[in-house]
């Protein structure tokens, strides 16, 4: 268990639809990432939080959103839902906000998205 | 950005031999290459990461070897067990991680009884 949760874990909605996945870093994170999984485009950095600012962006879509609250939970809003959205997402965490140099990145379970 | 390779994508060995797994960079200021192992149904674990100013590392079973000049760096699994069977995933850190973490493509490990 890495100490990372995420809700839920299996979603299936329409397209067109909006969802929205919940993140819950370890305990002391200050750091969320968002990573998108899939069978064509492997795992791809969408989003980091540090403290509840954005701190980088990766190739995530306009139509998608996210946050990190002041108790340092992160959503990611997914809109406008297209089939190819369907994927696993995953939130991560880490003590810091640098992506390399050592900072362990923890990841969650993931949350299935099926888009019918 | 950054580009990950990895090879190969299947690697399929008897219990017991060693496993090897290569994956090439693009961007020469890459500084932080982590690898991950996936699980069914489960999220990417941390097993082993390296710095560019480290040139191997070890870890019980596992190794990693960089080799910057030629930007690739390598798995390496000794003694291979049933519970090895997984997807493995290298990645590279660059621009100090503004870009997040580049994953490769993955490599599916299995060990043959």
């Known amino acids: 268990d890495s100490g990372v949760t995420q809700t839920p874990k299996h979603l299936i909605t329409a397209t067109g639809q909006r969802v929205t996945l919940r993140c819950s870093p370890r305990?002391?994170?200050?750091?969320v990432y968002w990573y998108q999984q899939s069978l064509d485009q492997g795992l791809q950095f969408l989003i980091q939080y540090y403290n509840g600012e954005e701190r980088a962006k990766g190739n995530i879509l306009e139509r998608f959103s996210a946050q990190q609250f002041p108790d340092l939970h992160s959503e990611l809003n997914l809109s406008s839902l297209e089939l190819g959205d369907s994927a696993l997402y995953f939130c991560?965490?880490?003590?810091?906000?640098?992506?390399?140099?050592?900072?362990?990145?923890?990841f969650g379970e993931g949350s299935w998205l099926t888009v019918v | 950005g950054e580009n990950v390779e990895q090879h190969p994508s299947t690697l399929s060995v008897q219990e017991g031999d060693s496993a090897v797994i290569k994956c090439t960079y693009s961007?020469?200021?890459?500084?932080?290459f982590p690898w991950y192992k996936q699980e069914l149904g489960k999220g990417p674990q941390l097993i082993i990461d390296?710095?560019?100013?480290?040139g191997e590392k070890k870890d019980q079973r596992i190794a990693v070897t960089l080799n910057k000049t030629a930007k690739h760096f390598s798995l390496h699994i000794t003694e291979t067990q049933p519970e090895d069977s997984a997807v493995y995933f290298c990645a590279a850190s660059s621009r100090g991680g503004a870009d997040g973490l580049t994953f490769g493509k993955g490599t599916h490990l299995i060990i043959q009884p």
């Open positions: 305990s002391g994170d200050l750091s």
């Open positions: 390296i710095r560019s100013n480290v």
């Open positions: 991560a965490s880490s003590l810091w906000a640098g992506q390399g140099l050592g900072n362990t990145i923890y």
């Open positions: 961007d020469s200021a890459s500084n932080y």
